[in-house]
């Protein structure tokens, strides 16, 4: 099973950007899916943004924009213009099955999460 470790999480003003970094050990992302995704207190997990296919690099999704750097074994997620709803625990996920949604449920290895808090 590909092992997930996050980093990057913090503390960030209002209209602030971040970026989370996950990186990758035990087997090579190249032909993994691979997503972000966020708990919010008192919330379930969401998706926040996935790549699901194996030739695709970047995907945006509103301010978010999700990245892999497949020579790192690395990917990424850009978050942009920060609210404080976008505070929660931003877990990293992969799974070696393809073309799926970007739900938990379809992601079978993650990373131990990262602090994301958003506030003046």
């Not at 997503?35 to 919330?43: C, D, H, I, S, V």
């Not at 030739?55 to 990917?75: P, W």
């Not at 931003?90 to 970007?102: G, K, V």
Request: hydrophobic share 30%; aromatic share 10%.
């Amino acid at each position: 099973q590909v092992q997930l470790v996050e980093s990057g999480g913090g503390l960030v003003k209002p209209g602030g950007s971040l970026r989370l970094s996950c990186v990758a050990s035990g087997y090579r992302l190249d032909y993994y899916a691979i997503g972000w995704f966020r708990q919010a207190p008192g919330k379930e997990r969401e998706g926040v943004a996935c790549i699901t296919e194996i030739d695709k690099d970047t995907s945006v999704k509103g301010r978010f924009t999700i990245s892999r750097d497949k020579a790192k074994n690395t990917f990424y997620l850009q978050m942009n213009s920060l609210k404080p709803e976008d505070t929660g625990v931003y877990y990293c996920a992969a799974d070696n099955e393809l073309h799926r949604l970007c739900v938990q449920t379809n992601f079978g290895s993650w990373g131990q999460g990262t602090q994301v808090t958003v506030s003046s």
